[in-house]
Nanobody, 123 residues
Framework: VQLQASGGGLVQAGGSLRLSCAAS????????MGWFRQAPGKEREFVAS????????SYADSVVGRFTISGDNAKSTIFLQMNSLRPEDTAAYYC?????????????????WGQGTQVTVSS
């Protein structure tokens, strides 16, 4: 299983970015997929997740109304559309996959991780 994240960059506050995570292996459409982020000196934190069972999505309170997670089955890819970005959103963003049936907001259940993609929001 491989997860390849991309789409990070430098953007001004109020701007938008779209992150992508391409998944290989037989997990897409079965495993929950999530985005986490880690700022320097801070712990990795949950951002958003999507569970294919029932199509449930979850978001951290800090990104509700600004970020949207979605998936493209044909491309085995999930996306994180980030709007109204703030300097506090600056972090390395990681995509990950967790087996179905577990709490998709909990980092501990994710056993496949992609490399990080850096998002920097300037004020």
């Amino acid at each position: 299983v491989q997860l390849q994240a991309s789409g990070g960059g430098l953007v001004q506050a109020g701007g938008s970015l779209r992150l992508s995570c391409a998944a290989s292996g037989r997990i897409f459409g079965r495993y929950s997929m999530g985005w986490f982020r880690q700022a320097p000196g801070k712990e990795r934190e949950f951002v958003a997740s999507i569970s294919w069972t029932g199509g449930k999505t979850s978001y951290a309170d800090s990104v509700v109304g600004r970020f949207t997670i979605s998936g493209d089955n044909a491309k085995s890819t999930i996306f994180l559309q980030m709007n109204s970005l703030r300097p506090e959103d600056t972090a390395a963003y990681y995509c990950a996959a967790a087996p179905p049936g577990y709490d998709a907001t909990a980092l501990t259940f994710y056993n496949y991780w992609g490399q990080g993609t850096q998002v920097t929001v300037s004020s």
